[in-house]
């Protein structure tokens, strides 16, 4: 029963994945049938990551009220329906419109996963996880260009990843029993939950949540900083053309997906916490690869580094949130969690674009250095704080 069930929640990660890279992949051709300006692309992202901040920090109560198989059944089935929309859309208007409920149903599922995943499973599976979420997020792409490639469209790739998303829904339907059974078997003893939880601010409170959402807003900066600009810092300070560049973006994002497969193997024998502080010194060495004036071998193995780098932290700080900050608040704070992640990835790359518009690419190393430097120290603050 157990390992049914994290069959279907592997599953639905990859599902997850899927739209998450087709947006930026499809605009190309999706742009000129909509007749507006290049940048709107922007517009619809920030739409979709404001609709998954919002039910990111709502998760928990939803979760508390309505319990996680019918929470996961309504967002998926939220998602489905969005991206019916988002293949049918008619004008950029109502793609503008679809893309509140994509992120909505995108959050949830997002927030509900982690959450149950970090109290009734294993480190390894966390990691594993977010290693399939990868492997979604580079088959959307994927799948979109086999469709064009057969003279296909991107509504079509919209329109498959979709029915992918309602054949998720049907095998929740069917499996919803399990997600009450797999958390009866869990022999954790749950704490009373305090009435000062019905404040919706209440995780601010606890103690070390202010500094572990310092630490979360810090990493998804540089995961989607590197995503956002990497591929221009190597062009235009590297000198590479935009195809080797673009590979080599790829590349950052491979090996993120490759560390979190071997760190599932590696949580055998290394805590979450001795893991989080490898990555956060393989991103920092990184970083510095990239920083000083060395031979360009080295700054694509800086690029490479940092990736390997990133594999571990997010997934394991996730797990370390039942343990730092108890079972009783794990749902509200891992939805606070994932709305600050989704927060720093919305807005850091931008920051970032603005910053270099008055100066220049080149401190983008400067950049990374900055957000590593307070991710180790936040991080470093909760060791303490809770003895790791």
């Known amino acids: 029963m157990v ?3 994290l069959i279907i929640i592997y599953l639905a990660f990859i599902s997850l994945g899927l739209p998450d890279g087709l947006l930026g992949s499809a605009w190309p051709v999706m742009q000129p049938e909509f007749g507006i300006p290049y940048g709107f692309a922007g517009l619809v992202s920030m739409i979709i990551s404001g609709g998954t901040i919002l039910s990111s920090i709502f998760s928990s109560r939803i979760l508390k009220r309505f319990g996680t198989g019918l929470v996961m059944v309504v967002s998926v089935a939220i998602t489905a329906v969005a991206l019916f929309g988002f293949a049918l859309t008619p004008s950029f208007l109502w793609l503008v419109l679809i893309a509140v409920p994509l992120g909505l149903g995108g959050g949830a599922v997002d927030a509900a996963l982690n959450a149950y995943v970090a109290e009734h499973y294993e480190s390894r599976h966390m990691s594993w996880l977010h290693c399939f979420w990868g492997v979604g997020a580079l088959a959307g792409p994927l799948l979109l260009s086999v469709i ?3 003279g296909g469209n991107w509504r079509s ?3 498959l990843i979709a029915t992918i998303q309602l054949v998720l829904v049907v095998v929740l339907i ?3 029993p399990l997600w009450t059974k797999v958390s009866r078997r869990s022999t954790e003893k749950i704490a009373p939950i305090i009435t000062e939880y019905q404040s919706l601010f209440f995780p601010l409170k606890i103690r070390g949540v202010k500094i572990a959402l310092l630490v ?10 590197m995503g956002l600009w990497g591929g221009s810092y190597l062009f235009k300070i590297k000198g590479l053309t935009p195809a080797s560049a673009a590979t080599w973006i790829s590349l950052f994002y491979a090996s993120i997906t490759l560390g979190r497969f071997l760190t599932g193997f590696i949580t055998y024998k290394v805590s979450n916490n001795d893991l989080i502080r490898a990555g ?3 991103i920092l ?3 510095g690869l990239i920083l000083f004036p060395l031979p360009l071998p080295f700054t694509l193995a800086g690029f490479l580094l940092l990736g390997l780098g990133c594999a571990p932290i997010y997934p394991c700080m996730l797990h370390e949130t039942p343990d730092r900050f108890g079972a009783a608040n794990a749902h509200v704070v891992m939805g606070f969690q994932m709305a600050v992640a989704y927060i720093g990835t919305t807005f850091l790359p931008p920051l970032f674009g603005f910053i270099i518009s008055a100066t220049s690419l080149t401190l983008l ?3 990374l250095l900055c957000c590593i430097i307070l991710l180790m120290l936040g991080e470093e603050v909760l060791r303490k704080k809770f003895n790791h």
């Open 365 to 367: 190393p400067f950049f």
């Open 174 to 176: 069917f499996s919803a």
């Open 285 to 287: 060495a990184g970083v």
């Open 280 to 282: 956060s010194l393989a």
């Open 3 to 5: 390992t049914l069930l």
């Open 148 to 150: 064009l490639t057969r």
């Open 216 to 225: 979360f807003f810090c990493y998804c900066g540089i995961e989607s900083t």
């Open 157 to 159: 790739s919209y329109l």
